[in-house]
């Protein structure tokens, strides 16, 4: 008997779908394009991957009672992950379900080095072949190189059976292309200058590429996309587990994140005015779930302790075995890791900011899913990564969203009233993390929220009569009302819930014993810390005396408070602009104490008294 197939259609979109039976609509949506927010990877205990089915929907499964208010189960909004199609279906996608442009933090703060690439562009006029001058093609090649200051090359035999045409062709007059020690390709000797690359970062939510011309070290172009990975799961060990789940399911993983890349690849050539023949090579820094996944590399030891990786060093691959296109001969070179969750992201981070020149103590923190952190001089680095977990990307937040336009991004109180700003000055949808601390540190300072966390009653804010009306139920727990159905651009009011103030806590509870475990594993003081420094989107658009406000940074004084912005993709370009910052980044990688917190009883204790809220004016 035949597999029933039945018709699906995603609106807005318009997208129309042939979906055998018994496919969940999560699946059905990644086969159309239609690339869903789905935080835990389609469990079903994140609620991202809410949808319309306004007609007659399918009773709400168990999940979906557990997860969904009773306001949005009577919407007609069902969780993707949950609904089986067995009919034909047509569904709509909110604004705040999709993922979609966002926010994307390009520039970083970088640590000077001189221009001296692995990639370089020579022209050489050959003496042709004569009965008096018999040596091989690739001799005469090598032998005019070394003439030119390049010495001990070899010729990649895949150049080398071109070699003899290519040559004729060109007059004996090309312009060289090598890549490290090896002649990988001719050109015409009048392209010497049309010599590219670009620097990846790959992170877990974002992906940005800059390309640079490596002749004169400009960036003439920088593009970003929300990592498509996020299709299938928000965080590292979400990922993880789908790669595990079929045999095709890592591929899959691989696949979606070249193709991104490879789109970024075409939009910042397409601005640089050049043709993607003349990018030769690509460098990558991103944690080590994001190389393994890339580099096709086994994940499973990585997602369960002890948290081995399969391999730390730093490779360089062909791009065309990867299916990035770049030029068909050019390769790709990935930074070295520290340890499982420690990864080149990190060490790019240390190579920007020069941490590993400096003397001076500081403190690096980049928050995300995973919230690395960095302490230290020249003379010693330790650094620990902890699992924040996906809040401050906005997920399993009643109303989270990334940080794209319609996103609440800043909150502010003043006499009871509630003034918030969204990106792109659109009509309110949700709550990205910037706004998610921004409400929590608001609500604190207006004494909405006590020091455990705890949302007062409208009865205990009598006296604050703004305020005490904004308080409401929320499927029985309680919440604030920070945009009202009718101001919103989502048809339904933006609250923050009792349970949201938990996520935070959580949240910044790691990042804050985090922080106190390297301090003491140091043996330094806050005292001790010379300069702050905040790396990454999230980092660059936070106001740090909010981010002091509720403990999730320690409260150094702001002066000592540095933006670094993207600091990675900076790492990314010194590892691309300076072969030589390569050696570096190994010794860098080999040298960095990786302190393991899961292993920890004092983090555990730490951990728990960090999710408290600091006292007004200090910390708790």
Do not use: W
């Amino acid at each position: 008997m035949a597999e029933a197939i039945h018709r699906v259609v995603f609106e807005p979109d318009g997208r129309t779908l042939s979906v055998p039976d018994g496919q969940t609509l999560l699946e059905a949506a990644r086969a159309a394009g239609v690339p869903l927010e789905a935080p835990c990877g389609g469990k079903g205990t994140c609620g991202g991957c809410r949808v319309i089915i306004p007609d007659d929907p399918p009773e709400p499964s168990e999940v979906c009672r557990n997860v969904l208010t009773g306001e949005e189960i009577g919407r007609n909004l069902r969780l993707a992950c949950q609904v089986r199609v067995t009919r034909d279906l047509r569904v709509v996608v909110p604004e705040e379900t999709r993922v979609g442009d966002q926010q994307i933090l390009t520039d970083g703060a970088m640590f000077e080095a001189p221009l001296k690439p692995n990639v370089r562009k020579t022209a050489v006029h050959l003496p042709e072949p004569s009965v008096a001058d018999q040596r091989s093609d690739a001799d005469r090649l090598l032998d005019a190189l070394a003439e030119k200051g390049l010495a001990d090359l070899t010729v990649d035999v895949k150049a080398i059976r071109d070699l003899p045409k290519r040559l004729r062709a060109l007059d004996f007059h090309p312009a060289v292309v090598v890549i490290g020690n090896e002649v990988v390709h001719l050109d015409r000797a009048t392209t010497t200058d049309a010599c590219y690359g670009i620097a990846f970062d790959v992170g877990t939510t974002t992906l940005v590429g800059y390309l640079v011309d490596l002749v004169t070290g400009d960036v003439p172009a920088v593009a970003g996309r929300t990592n498509p990975q996020t299709a299938y799961g928000d965080d590292v060990v979400a990922r993880i587990e789908y790669a595990g789940r079929q045999r095709q399911a890592a591929r899959t993983l691989q696949t979606a994140v070249v193709e991104a890349m490879n789109d970024v690849v075409r939009e910042v050539c397409r601005r640089g005015h050049i043709r993607p023949s003349v990018v030769y090579e690509a460098t990558m820094v991103g944690n080590t779930t994001m190389n393994h996944l890339l580099l096709r590399l086994p994940t499973e030891a990585i997602g369960r302790a002890p948290f081995v990786a399969a391999s730390a060093s730093a490779h360089s691959v062909s791009a065309r075995e990867l299916g990035l296109k770049i030029h068909p001969r050019g390769r790709l070179y990935t930074g070295p890791l520290v340890a499982g969750f420690v990864g080149a992201d990190t060490v790019g981070a240390i190579l920007a900011t020069g941490m590993h020149e400096g003397d001076g103590l500081r403190l690096t923190i980049d928050i995300g899913t995973n919230g690395e952190i960095v302490l230290g001089t020249r003379r010693r680095l330790l650094a620990c990564s902890t699992a924040a977990g996906p809040a401050f990307e906005g997920a399993r937040i009643r109303y989270g969203m990334r940080a794209a336009d319609g996103a609440i991004d800043r909150v502010d109180i003043h006499d009871g009233d509630v003034a918030v700003h969204t990106i792109g000055n659109a009509p309110a949808l949700g709550l990205c993390g910037t706004g998610l601390i921004e409400a929590v540190a608001a609500l604190l300072a207006a004494g909405v929220i006590d020091t455990t966390g705890r949302m007062r009653s409208a009865e205990d804010l009598a006296g604050e009569a703004n305020l005490a009306r904004r308080i409401v139920g929320a499927d029985g727990e309680r919440g604030f009302l920070l945009v009202s159905a009718a101001e919103s651009g989502a048809d339904h009011p933006i609250l923050l819930t009792q349970k949201d103030v938990r996520e935070v806590q959580l949240a910044k509870g790691a990042i804050a014993a985090g922080i106190e475990t390297l301090l003491d594993e140091f043996g330094a003081g806050l005292d001790d810390v010379d300069e702050m420094l905040l790396a990454g989107a999230f980092g660059n658009y936070i106001r740090p005396d909010r981010a002091q406000a509720i403990g999730l940074i320690p409260p150094v004084p702001i002066e000592k408070v540095r933006f670094v912005g993207n600091a990675a993709g900076a790492g990314a370009r010194l590892l691309l602009v300076n072969r030589n910052m390569r050696h570096v980044a190994a010794d860098v990688a080999r040298g960095v104490e990786h302190v393991e917190l899961s292993q920890r009883p004092d983090f555990q204790t730490r951990f728990a008294d960090a999710m408290f809220f600091p006292q007004a004016g200090g910390q708790h």
